[in-house]
């Protein structure tokens, strides 16, 4: 059974400091591997997929890498702002889609 | 393009009482799941419909849990009877394809309803 682990689980930085997301996973038989951002009350908003074979994905002042023998995810994001405030889940897919708890930012201005 | 929408967004309920949840997906997505997110987890996948055949309900409780997807579109998760541990979030997410053998793009998640059961 695929179990996905994310820590911190809550994290408080100054505004403009770089935030690193960590994330783990112990089948390393996996399709790709997802990040997603949770509002409050609202829904899960996907922001970067990177397949097996891929290395890392870049979006705009994020940057997500995929050490898939290892079982290690990192979520990096650049010079932070208020807005990127929420809580960030990563998700493994092998036959289905299994979520970490989630790390909560707050970053502070 | 239209989201998924789900209703209600909230609900209160007593335990023993029945509920149901609806989701509309993107229009065209064949793949909807629906998932439990309880306080402090992440989401749990309960069950995944292809068009309108179950693909997986293996983590679905289904002494309670049932649910459906008419046509192919839209669907609907019912618990009856609730108890208090089913007090979480019911995610509802739509995928252009999905696929019951792996590989997954991305999936699209609607606001969620948020279940309370006192």
């Known amino acids: 059974k695929q179990e996905v682990t994310q820590i911190p689980a809550a994290l408080s930085v100054p505004e403009g400091e770089n935030l690193v997301l960590n994330c783990s996973f112990t089948?390393?038989?996996?399709?790709?591997l997802q990040w997603f951002r949770q509002d409050p009350g609202k829904g899960l908003t996907s922001l970067l997929l990177?397949?097996?074979?891929?290395r890392e994905q870049t979006s705009g002042r994020l940057n997500a890498s995929l050490d898939k023998s290892s079982g290690r995810s990192t979520l990096y994001i650049a010079a932070s702002q208020p807005g990127d405030s929420a809580t960030y889940l990563c998700?493994?897919?092998?036959?289905?889609?299994?979520f970490g708890a989630g790390t909560t930012v707050t970053v502070r201005a | 393009e239209a989201g998924v929408a789900q209703s209600p967004r909230y609900k209160i309920i007593e335990k023993r009482q029945s509920v149901a949840f609806w989701c509309n997906p993107i229009?065209?997505?064949?793949?909807l799941y629906w998932y439990q997110q309880i306080l402090g987890q992440g989401p749990k996948l309960l069950i995944q419909?292809?068009?309108?055949?179950?693909?997986?309900d293996s983590q679905l409780p289904k002494d309670r849990f049932s649910a459906e997807r008419l046509k192919g579109v839209d669907s609907t998760l019912k618990i009856q009877p609730a108890k208090l541990e089913d007090s979480a979030v019911y995610l509802c997410?739509?995928?252009?394809?999905?696929?019951?053998?792996?590989?997954?793009?991305?999936?699209?998640f609607g606001p969620g309803t948020r279940l309370l059961v006192l």
């Open positions: 997410a739509s995928s252009l394809e999905g696929s019951a053998s792996g590989r997954r793009e991305t999936q699209y």
């Open positions: 089948d390393s038989a996996i399709y790709n």
């Open positions: 990177i397949q097996s074979s891929q």
């Open positions: 998700a493994v897919s092998d036959y289905k889609l299994s």
């Open positions: 229009s065209g997505h064949a793949t």
């Open positions: 419909f292809q068009n309108n055949g179950v693909v997986d």
